[in-house]
């Protein structure tokens, strides 16, 4: 697409309702991991054992948003976002999973939730971002079903808590993969393996997905109420029936599988058969439990997957080639840039009867930013972003009910097993000196966000003077 497509790219296309802004994870950001009561997280524990994390970082300091969330904020205000995503650590509310509160944790998020409303910053909260007590993995994690009962103390904890003045909640944050990386490939934490971990800890989550859901709707039908889940538009790697079978599984998986669940769908027992030894760990009761109306699904896309049939890979029978190998320029986590990848999803998705509302909940690109002399040059973060919000306006624009757009992510971050490799942020951290400095894409957004109050008068005015 040419230069001036993405220029010409106006907030206003998008309607006075659609909404704009960042994402981010409490264990990504927060540190301070033991301040004010807080117990430890799998990712806490994780993240300090040898091997785990790229060059042996962790998360004990982050951005230190804990103690500068306040400057954080206003920074954001500054830059026209007026909605932010972030996370609550239920090891700060609950240090032991279930049980008790930790004052002090609730008081943070008091503090935050209230300077965001101050600003003018609408707080979208997602219940799990990846962060499980390290309590309660001792006893079993989400491989024992009790994590129903964990789970659910904690939901209603926070929405008693918060429910005044959050109306915008997300169950879970990508169920797929803190599943397959945390508990079948073992490189996220809390690093189990293998498939007798995988299943088990699936149907739970799953169950917990609908059953937060409900919790919410039970305690305030107008709360707004979603989750999230990571997509990646699938294609197969060569024109033949194999890969093209291959493609489907690994669709099922990644982009179907959890959504499908809460819809009533059941298991895809037929394009994967090994998905079967969940039985043993399904109740009569579960048919229902699965199940909830979601008001919207939040979708998280970077990336697409080119895949083929691969007879050697168990369980799924495919892999992907990766991106370099069809020598594509890559962002630096290694993941080509698609963005005709969201617009399919964007439409795969609307096609679902059950699903009524579509956020962008999650985009965005790691590149080598560099900081010289004050500012940070990143066009290609830029491009990035024009390519997927334009593509996203094209959905829209085609009748898809795609209502927001959150960019991936406001400051950089820990990129778990990645450390403080990639950085995703808007705005560029300065780890050693605790700096914020506003990237050059950073500066596209805030200007792009930018609605003059002329444009609002107009409209106004031509509603009024109707006769
Ligand atoms: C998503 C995660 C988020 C962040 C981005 C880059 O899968 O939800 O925490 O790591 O990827």
């Given at each position: 697409m040419e230069d001036n497509f993405f220029s010409d790219l106006k907030r206003s296309d998008f309607g006075e309702n659609f909404i704009w802004g960042t994402s981010t994870a409490a264990f990504q950001i927060e540190g301070s991991p033991f301040a004010d009561g807080k117990k430890a997280s799998i990712w806490d524990e994780f993240s300090h054992k040898k091997g785990?994390?790229?060059?042996?970082?962790?998360?004990?300091?982050?951005?230190?948003?804990?103690?500068?969330?306040?400057?954080?904020?206003r920074l954001m205000k500054s830059m026209n976002i007026k909605h932010f995503r972030f996370s609550f650590s239920w090891s700060r509310i609950l240090p032991d999973g279930t049980g008790k509160i930790n004052e002090a944790g609730l008081n943070f998020?008091?503090?935050?939730?209230?300077?965001?409303?101050?600003?003018?910053?609408?707080?979208?909260?997602?219940?799990?971002?990846w962060d499980l007590p390290q309590a309660l993995e001792e006893k079993g994690g989400w491989t024992n079903r009790e994590i129903i009962n964990w789970f659910s103390e904690y939901v209603k904890v926070c929405v008693s808590?918060?429910?005044?003045?959050?109306?915008?909640?997300?169950v879970l944050n990508e169920p797929l993969v803190f599943l397959g990386a945390g508990h079948f490939l073992g490189i996220h934490a809390p690093g189990r393996r293998g498939v007798k971990n995988f299943i088990p800890a699936m149907h739970h989550a799953s169950l917990c997905q609908a059953i937060g859901g409900r919790i919410l709707r039970d305690f305030d039908e107008?709360?707004?109420?979603?989750?999230?889940?990571?997509?990646?538009?699938i294609e197969a790697f060569r024109d033949r029936e194999k890969d093209y079978k291959a493609a489907n599984r690994v669709d099922c998986l990644v982009n179907r599988l959890f959504l499908e669940l809460s819809l009533g769908y059941g298991y895809p027992f037929e394009e994967l058969a090994f998905l079967k030894r969940v039985e043993k760990y399904y109740k009569a009761e579960d048919d229902d439990l699965l199940q909830f109306e979601f008001d919207f699904i939040g979708i998280q896309n970077y990336t697409r997957e080119i895949v083929k049939n691969a007879w050697w890979i168990p369980y799924l029978q495919a892999t992907n080639v990766k991106a370099e190998k069809r020598n594509l320029q890559t962002t630096d986590m290694g993941w080509e840039i698609y963005s005709d990848g969201l617009f399919h999803l964007l439409k795969k998705y609307d096609a679902y009867p059950g699903v009524k509302n579509i956020l962008v909940s999650e985009n965005g690109a790691a590149f080598p930013d560099q900081l010289i002399n004050g500012q940070v040059k990143d066009e290609e973060r830029k491009q990035y972003l024009q390519q997927y919000i334009a593509v996203t306006l094209k959905a829209k624009n085609q009748g898809v009910n795609v209502n927001g757009y959150f960019v991936w992510s406001f400051t950089d971050n820990f990129e778990w097993a990645e450390g403080y490799r990639p950085r995703f942020g808007l705005v560029y951290i300065d780890y050693e000196r605790q700096q914020r400095i506003i990237k050059n894409s950073g500066l596209w957004y805030r200007d792009f966000l930018k609605t003059t109050s002329i444009q609002k008068r107009t409209n106004y005015q031509s509603i009024s003077f109707k006769s």
């Open positions: 785990k994390i790229y060059k042996g970082q962790n998360a004990d300091i982050a951005c230190d948003f804990y103690n500068r969330y306040v400057e954080d904020l998020y008091d503090r935050l939730i209230d300077q965001c409303l101050a600003l003018g910053i609408t707080p979208w909260v997602t219940l799990y971002h808590r918060f429910g005044d003045r959050v109306k915008n909640w997300m107008n709360l707004n109420i979603g989750t999230t889940f990571s997509c990646s538009y």
